[in-house]
């Protein structure tokens, strides 16, 4: 029947959807089974075989454009990895707010620390491996990251997904707007303080007028909506 024809193009269209969502926002990839496994859940009552065909033509559709990334990347760099952008965001952002919810570092402090520790570890290798490429730093930062983090008490973890997890749910889309991003205030990663609460104060004491009204202006919008 249409209906019967329509359900594997609806199907394919969703994956390929799903897929250009992946390379574009490569953190998306980690819902491919969480994705394919709601499907499932959705299609059930319609039979077994309907969900499963379903959810297999969604998967492949899904798996055809980032597959053809990955392909490549294996060939030119070794690595099966989306993008090269893992290591310097663990390494320059969530490890560093870690330290600094650990035994105070600061941000910068650490940022200054890692980057010398690249800076040596790339001064150090040998010839023969030839020029480092940007999937080459990666892993080097990684690994980097990965042995300070081991270091770290797991409650700063917690933490520091805690307030990750809250300024993210708490702050409002406009502070994401250029134009706000470039009013006059400083950076909440690189404000100290003792504890959350002093540390947002300190954030707001020195935040200029024009931001303030913004944030304030798309809390109120936020509550009201």
């Not at 859940?41 to 959810?55: E, H, K, Q, T, Y």
């Not at 490549?72 to 600094?100: C, K, M």
């Not at 470039?182 to 947002?200: H, N, Q, W």
Request: charged share 20%; net charge neutral; glycine share 6%.
């Amino acid at each position: 029947t249409e209906a019967q024809a329509v359900g594997p193009t609806v199907d394919a269209a969703a994956g390929l959807a799903f897929g250009f969502a992946v390379i574009t926002r490569n953190v998306i990839q980690f819902l491919y089974p969480v994705a394919i496994l709601a499907l499932v859940f959705a299609l059930w009552r319609r039979g077994i075989r309907r969900a499963l065909v379903s959810a297999f033509v969604f998967a492949i559709a899904a798996a055809l454009l980032p597959g053809t990334i990955i392909q490549r990347n294996i060939a030119d760099f070794d690595t099966p990895a989306l993008t090269s952008q893992t290591g310097a965001h663990i390494l320059n952002w969530v490890l560093p707010e870690i330290r600094y919810l650990a035994d105070g570092t600061p941000p910068s402090a650490s940022r200054a620390e890692h980057n010398r520790i690249l800076e040596e570890r790339l001064a150090s290798r040998p010839e023969a491996d030839g020029p480092a490429t940007s999937f080459t730093l990666d892993r080097m930062m990684r690994d980097i990251a990965g042995e300070q983090m081991r270091e770290l008490p797991f409650d700063a973890y917690l933490r520091a997904w805690l307030v990750g997890a809250i300024t993210n749910l708490v702050a409002p889309p406009v502070i994401s707007d250029p134009r706000v991003r470039a009013l006059p205030k400083p950076s909440f990663a690189e404000t100290a303080g003792d504890g959350a609460r002093d540390r947002i104060e300190r954030y707001l004491d020195k935040s200029g007028g024009a931001y303030l009204s913004s944030l304030l202006f798309g809390l109120a919008f936020a509550a009201l909506a």
